[in-house]
């Protein structure tokens, strides 16, 4: 079932574009950001929490395309605007852990999928309350900013209906993100709510073995 989301004009608006510090994010009207998955290198043997791995890959530029790492060596590229990931992946990839942490400067959330390759990825603010997919039930999160990732085709269950993820919602309370929420596991759709305290510059990257997204999400505005 399609999400629509509905805009950020006032949150945007306090985000504001003067003043801020170097790196800030992009604020002037674009298209949103898109790259081919596809091009992200082949998965290699590294450790799965070897982040510094020659084979993950970031989004560069605007438009963004996938370079190849080391992920420690991430660019300054924080955005606010709606981001698209595009994929040539046949089938629903299974989203199966999802992860969080806090960091100097920002807070991290990582979605871990089985296969080589990322299903189709749109990440955009979005005005609250969010909505479960499938019964339009109001989802309350904490904070000022809400940072919708949804996967497409993706899923968040097995064959048998069990569910992939332990969680479905926690409030880790850190400095950015204050609550996450899965609102949509339905027929190849996957989102994941993010409540901030405000609408905040982030970035993503992709990982490899095991595949996994990455977004980052900056302390402060």
């Given at each position: ?31 949103a950001?898109?790259?081919p998955v ?12 070897a982040?510094?791995?020659?084979n ?26 709606a ?7 046949e ?9 969080t ?10 979605f ?14 979005v005005?609250r ?9 109001a ?12 996967f497409?085709?993706?899923?968040a269950?097995?064959?048998d209906?069990e569910?992939t993820?332990?969680?479905r919602?926690?409030?880790p ?5 204050r ?43």
């Amino acid at each position: 079932m399609p999400l629509r989301f509905p805009s950020l004009a006032l949150a945007l608006a306090l985000f504001g574009c003067a003043g801020q510090e170097s790196p800030a994010p992009h604020c002037p009207d674009a298209p949103a950001r898109s790259a081919p998955v596809e091009s992200v290198p082949a998965a290699s043997d590294d450790p799965p929490e070897a982040l510094g791995a020659a084979n993950d890959s970031v989004l560069v530029g605007d438009p963004p395309i996938l370079v190849a790492g080391p992920l420690s060596q991430l660019p300054g590229d924080w955005t606010v605007r709606a981001t698209d990931v595009s994929s040539a992946r046949e089938g629903a990839a299974t989203l199966r852990a999802f992860r969080t942490g806090s960091h100097d400067g920002f807070d991290r959330v990582v979605f871990a999928f089985d296969g080589d390759v990322l299903p189709a990825v749109h990440l955009e603010y979005v005005d609250r309350p969010s909505r479960a997919c499938g019964s339009g039930e109001a989802v309350w999160l904490e904070g000022e900013g809400w940072l919708a990732v949804r996967f497409d085709p993706a899923m968040a269950h097995t064959e048998d209906g069990e569910a992939t993820l332990a969680e479905r919602r926690e409030r880790p309370r850190m400095v950015a993100l204050r609550e996450w929420a899965l609102t949509c596991d339905f027929e190849a759709d996957v989102t994941v709510v993010l409540g901030l305290t405000a609408p905040a510059g982030y970035r993503t990257a992709v990982l490899r073995a095991p595949l996994r997204l990455v977004v980052d999400v900056r302390h402060g505005r």
